[in-house]
């Protein structure tokens, strides 16, 4: 490398407007340049619990269990699967696309019997689909959702499926790694018992924490555990303890990832919840409009689209790979591709978080349109 990555990365100015990471404000770029402190220090305690007062806002809930873990959104899924489940323990999967497979994959792996409920690619998950499910086998433990599918574009209601879990007594986990921030995840209202995220949608951070938060309830049933949680890194039991009032050393914090957090999330709230929900609908409905007046056809379902990810599909005569490696040569600008059937037939356009701006969909719709000779 002849030039420092700094230089090479700014000389190359991109916009990131696919499916995570986001742009990044650049006031949480600074905060990641703050001088070290220890992971001990009294401050960086402080940081820390204020951390966690932000992140219950932005889950809307009163969850004293609600922290970061080290690791990106995944690490958040691992991590509630592998402390609230035990080898043997029936868990239901929906699953509408990528993230619900990935789901059974570490629900599977964490040696639980593991039940699903489907749905096609592009809709949501359907309330008495998982009510039979739950109506044909007894003692199931938790259900297990994605809020917002970052592979389709699909927004799944929680409302009912919430009530019909409950129902039945089991604990709801909700994946609200690409909607914590942009739309509403309101997890004491809604009932949900584990909720995990990540910082590179739309929080607006750099990858690599996992917010998470547990309710009584599901704390209950980590404490009570017959069998130790099979990952010593994601114990929640001994990581509780270093969040909370005893400070035990567990391992050391990422404090430059914890500081960027801190500073995106003091951004959001300044912003206000509200207002920032209100910004990613305006800008993804502009965004969706447009999409459709240049002919192309929107993925996800009517009715169930995300305004911070969008699906779009291409008609046969364009090139879709080609046409996003000019988009990130000629303009800069990064799209997703699609993923399982809609590989090379479709783009995953993300406005998450900082990225999702007026002028940015007006940037994209635009050269869009100069590649496309629409
Ligand atoms: C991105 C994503 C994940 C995985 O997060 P990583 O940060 O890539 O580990 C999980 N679930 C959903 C819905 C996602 O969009």
């Known amino acids: 490398m002849e030039r420092g990555i700094l230089v090479h990365v700014q000389s190359q100015n991109r916009l990131l407007l696919g499916p995570g990471p986001s742009s990044v404000h650049p006031e949480v770029l600074k905060a990641m340049a703050t001088p070290l402190v220890g992971h001990l220090d009294p401050y960086f305690l402080e940081v820390m619990a204020d951390t966690q007062s932000m992140l219950r806002q932005v889950f809307q809930t009163e969850n004293e269990l609600t922290l970061a873990m080290s690791g990106t959104g995944s690490a958040g899924m691992e991590t509630v699967f592998v402390n ?24 599977v792996r964490s040696g639980a019997n593991v039940l699903t409920v489907e749905a096609a690619w592009g809709q949501p998950i359907e309330p008495e689909d998982v009510q039979a499910a739950l109506k044909s086998s007894s003692g199931v ?16 209601p929680l409302e009912e499926i919430s009530r019909i879990v409950h129902d039945y007594g089991a604990l709801f986990i909700v994946d609200a ?39 009584p309830r599901a704390l209950d049933v980590v404490r009570n555990r017959k069998t130790k949680v099979q990952s010593w890194y994601l114990d929640l039991n001994m990581i509780a303890n270093y969040w ?46 447009e999409l459709q007046a240049m002919g192309l056809q929107l993925f996800a379902a009517e009715g169930f689209r995300l305004p ?17 490696k000019q988009l990130l040569e000629d303009y800069g600008i990064e799209v997703g591709g699609g993923l399982g059937a809609l590989k090379g037939k479709a783009w995953r356009v993300g406005l998450l978080g900082h990225s999702s701006q007026h002028r940015n969909v007006t940037l994209l719709i635009q050269a869009m349109k100069q590649m496309m000779g629409i």
């Open 308 to 324: 911070q990810l969008t699906s779009v599909i291409f008609p046969d005569k364009y090139d879709e790979g080609k046409l996003r």
């Open 177 to 215: 790694v690409t909607s914590l921030g942009g739309i509403p995840v309101e997890v004491d209202r809604l009932g949900i018992d584990a909720c995990y995220s990540g910082t590179q949608k739309c929080l607006g951070a750099p990858p690599g924490l996992a917010p998470v938060t547990l309710s």
């Open 244 to 289: 909370g009032e005893d400070r035990f050393y567990h391992h050391t914090a990422p404090i430059s990832m914890l500081f960027s957090l801190h500073e995106a999330l003091r951004l959001l709230l300044e912003e206000g919840l509200h207002q920032a929900f209100k910004r990613h609908a305006q800008n993804g409905d502009y965004l969706q409009r």
């Open 141 to 156: 433990k938790a259900v297990a959702i994605v809020h917002a599918e970052t592979s389709t574009g699909v927004w799944q």
């Open 84 to 107: 609230l489940l035990e080898p043997g323990d029936k868990v239901l999967i929906c699953i509408c696309g990528v993230f619900g497979e990935r789901m059974k994959d570490i629900a």
